[in-house]
């Protein structure tokens, strides 16, 4: 019932591109989806279970680089090694998981963060990854593509957003989700009550670190150019920690809300303020400011009103049924 | 290298262990000390080691200032989200600082040149390059001297009594508000001090802060946060280890041995290498 709302949401978006959509705006788009997937899948581990993950982008870049290896060396479809891109990503999750998952709060967050840098590194010191020099990736044409190219990028990225917003979705209301709640409001009680505390820490870790490499999968082939700094790319760990929070965290409508409107902030503030670093500044602002004013993200006084809109409408419909 | 760590991890570890803050714009701080340090040698030819007496005050009113605005706003926060809470607080603090310092000087690599940024001082058969030691004076004497006045002045005494319950040390008497800023000025202006010494030794530009404040995160993790003596040794332990990578492989595999480190002791003794259990 609840996956049926997203067929026409996913059709529409899908045929977006076919409708007369101006190319010059699918990057920007592909941009917003891409953050909105990495927020997304942040949020599935830190904002229902409340572990902070700083690693997002070392998951990340082991997605990039599972595409770009076959595709530099071999000219493997980027496309295929797409999902195995995230089932490599999710086995790291599964085999760091549970030393990492042990520590909490501040810990776990320096440990991610940690665990990005070591991987970013590793990339760099061992030759056959192009080490610090990186590799170029052949630029697809259409017909490997089979439609123009970033077209195919950007079904790939919606196909992976929609994926994990459904999951996400999925999750926040399922037995699983609830028991990732209980683990943030006190592991020990969830512990008592019989939830499998461990266990679903790291499911949910490694649903997280699946999208994360997936997208990473797709970004590699469409910048078509992989480098340590470049496929691990802090921002990553950061842009979903800020965007997430500034949408709210444990819902899984904020992070894709925040996504959106931070992407196409920095993106309108890069083009139109020509001063280095401004996107940064009132990133900071932003971000200060709806800590300290609207903790829940800009979801909770959106909600409010929906609510008490609804509740306005159900109040008007029931005063009209009574009188009649 | 470690005596320098250590200048730029107190700070981190006290705000860590009086406030439970976590703060990660400190980076920022040493960088910002940096740029003083280079800018008063350019404009004005201050020897860097002369131009902590503009850098420490301004980042100790920064600092002071910075704890304030979280102060203020944290008021309806529950101590138990504190943690997460400054997080993002002083997130936010490192994104503005980050953007107004490319703003304002652009993200060039830069390196403060002196006189003597390549001599170095002989002691018997080891050669210790001049800034390193500079570091290593500065971080000793420095971080000794706050761990005294920790253990023996009476703001020493109410800094660690709010360490140790806040709810108690302010039945007793302490403005705990006043003491966090205390704390917090003292750690910037420390880290000011680290900026300079960290500008004569390496190149640096905004961005490189990411670098370092995970560096400075493993050392107080393997000192254990709050704890200066704890923080000292965790600086030269890592200051050791990562020249020894340098010295039998390459200076880009030091940090992996570094935060391979810090993942080990994180599992196997969350509470820090010298920590109580």
Redesign the interface.
Same mark, same amino acid.
């Given at each position: 019932m609840r996956l049926a709302m997203w067929i026409p949401i996913a059709a529409l978006f899908a045929s977006l591109p076919f409708l007369g959509l101006p190319k010059e705006m699918l990057p920007l788009l592909i941009l917003i989806l891409m953050f909105c997937a990495l927020a997304t899948s942040w949020n599935i581990l830190a904002g229902y279970a409340g572990y902070?993950s700083f690693g997002q982008a070392g998951f990340f870049g082991i997605g990039a680089y599972v595409t770009a290896m076959p595709l530099y060396y071999q000219g493997v479809n980027p496309f295929l090694m797409v999902p195995l891109a995230g089932v490599a990503s999710a086995s790291l999750a599964f085999v760091v998981g549970y030393?990492?998952l042990?520590?909490r709060? !501040?810990?776990f967050?320096? =440990?991610t963060? !940690?665990?990005a @840098?070591?991987l970013q590194? +590793?990339v760099?010191?061992v030759p056959w990854t192009g080490g610090?020099v990186g590799l170029p990736l052949p630029i697809l044409t259409a017909s490997e593509t089979f439609i123009e190219p970033i077209v195919a990028y950007y079904l790939a990225m919606l196909g992976v957003t929609l994926a994990a917003l459904i999951v996400s979705q999925a999750v926040e209301n399922s037995k699983f989700g609830y028991g990732l709640i209980a683990i943030r409001e006190s592991e020990e009680v969830a512990e008592s009550a019989g939830v499998p505390t461990l266990k679903f820490k790291i499911l949910a870790f490694m649903l997280s670190t699946f999208f994360a490499g997936m997208v990473g999968g797709i970004w590699a082939p469409w910048v078509a150019y992989v480098q340590p700094i470049g496929a691990f790319p802090?921002f990553v760990s +950061?842009y979903s920690? =800020?965007m997430s =929070?500034f949408g709210g965290i444990g819902t899984w409508i904020g992070p894709m809300l925040g996504a959106i409107i931070m992407t196409w902030l920095q993106q309108y503030l890069l083009t139109n303020v020509r #001063? !280095?670093? #401004?996107?940064? +500044? #009132? @990133?900071? !602002?932003?971000?200060?400011l709806v =800590?300290?004013t609207m903790?829940n993200g800009v979801i909770a006084p959106v909600r409010k009103l929906v609510s008490s809109f609804g509740a306005i409408v159900r109040r008007v419909g029931s005063r009209k049924g009574s009188s009649d | 290298m470690g005596g320098l760590y250590a200048l730029l991890a107190s700070g981190l570890s006290l705000a860590?262990g009086v406030m439970n803050e976590?703060n990660i714009a400190h980076g920022s701080i040493a960088i910002l000390g940096s740029y003083v340090a280079y800018w008063a040698l350019q404009l004005w030819g201050i020897d860097p080691v002369v131009s902590i007496a503009i850098s420490v005050p301004f980042c100790l009113v920064l600092g002071a200032a910075l704890q304030q605005f979280v102060n203020m /706003?944290s008021t309806r926060?529950p101590q138990a989200k504190i943690?997460?809470?400054s997080?993002?607080?002083f997130?936010?603090? *490192?994104?503005?600082?980050?953007?107004?310092? %490319?703003?304002i000087w652009?993200?060039r690599f830069r390196a403060i040149r002196t006189a003597y940024n390549q001599t170095s001082v002989f002691l018997g058969p080891i050669a210790l390059p001049l800034p390193t030691l500079i570091g290593f004076v500065f971080g000793t004497a420095l971080t000794l001297a706050v761990y005294y006045s920790l253990k023996k002045t009476y703001t020493g005494m109410a800094v660690r009594a709010t360490a140790d319950d806040r709810e108690i040390a302010m039945a007793m008497g302490i403005n705990t508000h006043r003491i966090y800023v205390y704390t917090f000025a003292i750690g910037s202006g420390l880290a000011a001090i680290g900026g300079m010494c960290l500008g004569l030794l390496s190149i640096f530009y905004?961005d490189i802060q990411?670098y370092w404040i /995970?560096r400075l995160?493993?050392i107080v %993790?393997l000192g254990g946060m709050g704890n200066l003596l704890g923080t000292y040794l965790g600086s030269l332990i890592l200051g050791v280890a990562v020249s020894l990578t340098t010295v039998f492989t /390459?200076a880009?595999?030091a940090? %992996?041995v570094a935060? %391979?480190m *810090?993942?080990i002791v *994180? /599992?196997v003794r969350?509470k820090g290498l010298f920590g109580a259990r």
């Open positions: 902070i030393p990492c042990k520590l709060g !501040a810990y967050a320096i =440990v963060m !940690a665990l @840098f070591i590194l +590793i760099w010191n610090g802090i +950061i920690v =800020v =929070v #001063i !280095a670093g #401004i996107d940064n +500044i #009132i @990133f900071g !602002a932003i971000l200060i =800590v300290i903790p | 860590w976590i /706003t926060i943690e997460f809470y997080y993002l607080i997130f936010g603090m *490192l994104f503005i600082s980050e953007g107004l310092m %490319v703003a652009g993200g905004p990411f /995970t995160f493993a %993790v /390459t880009s595999w940090d %992996v935060y %391979v *810090l993942i *994180l /599992t969350p």
